[in-house]
């Protein structure tokens, strides 16, 4: 696959490719994919080009990972330099999401500071740019009937992200603020 992505600073084009690809129709709907939805599996890779330079000669595992034709599992946050995310929707009411930032000519990934985590899991879309290297997440728990907003600051000298604040908003609060967190770009949780 390859397509191309406006971020706040630059033209991105973006190859995404596996070896081992299968393509399948979805026949069962489910939280990721509708009946008839056309899915793409397997072990990915991708390079990045910046603008019209020659394309990046580096690899990037994504890791095993599935595509929808459908939906938006790759998109780029605008921000300074703008973050890649790549998703792929869990369950109803969490995507799962690796980040990844270029610097240098290079691609880096973003990952949970002192662990070997770089999986960030939010409510589909549920991600956005805050400010400078500041970012928000929002994810609903079901078994809580509550909202975790997370914010997080990246370090991107060496791509590590730290969780310096989780709120939790209960019940109709909590649907509040999630409405207004996906439907007001400029808007993020600040209780």
């Known amino acids: 696959m390859e ?3 406006d971020g706040l600073h630059r ?3 973006l190859r995404v490719f596996a070896d081992n690809e299968k393509t399948t129709i979805n026949d069962l709907p489910w939280a990721g994919a509708n009946e008839g939805d056309i899915l793409h599996s397997g072990y990915y890779e991708m390079t990045l080009q ?3 330079s020659s394309p990046m000669d580096q690899k ?3 890791g095993s990972f599935t595509y929808n034709e459908s939906q938006q599992n790759l998109y780029v946050l605008d921000s300074n330099p703008d973050v890649l995310v790549a998703t792929e929707v869990q369950s109803s009411n969490v995507t799962c999401g690796q980040l990844f930032y270029a610097k240098n000519g ?3 990934r973003i990952g949970v500071m002192d662990t070997d985590n770089s999986m960030f899991c939010f409510a589909q879309d549920g991600i956005k740019h805050v400010k400078d290297n500041h970012f928000q997440t929002i994810i609903y728990n079901n078994s809580t009937w509550s909202f975790f907003i997370n914010d997080w600051k990246i370090n991107f000298e060496n791509g590590a992200a730290t969780n ?3 709120y939790e908003v209960k019940e109709q609060q909590g649907w509040n603020v999630f409405n207004r ?3 007001d770009p400029d808007y993020y949780y600040n209780p």
């Open 106 to 108: 290079e691609m880096n």
């Open 60 to 62: 990037v595992a994504i």
């Open 50 to 52: 910046l603008g019209d």
């Open 164 to 166: 310096t604040e989780t």
């Open 181 to 183: 967190f996906m439907n």
């Open 3 to 5: 397509t191309t992505f």
């Open 11 to 13: 033209s991105y084009k």
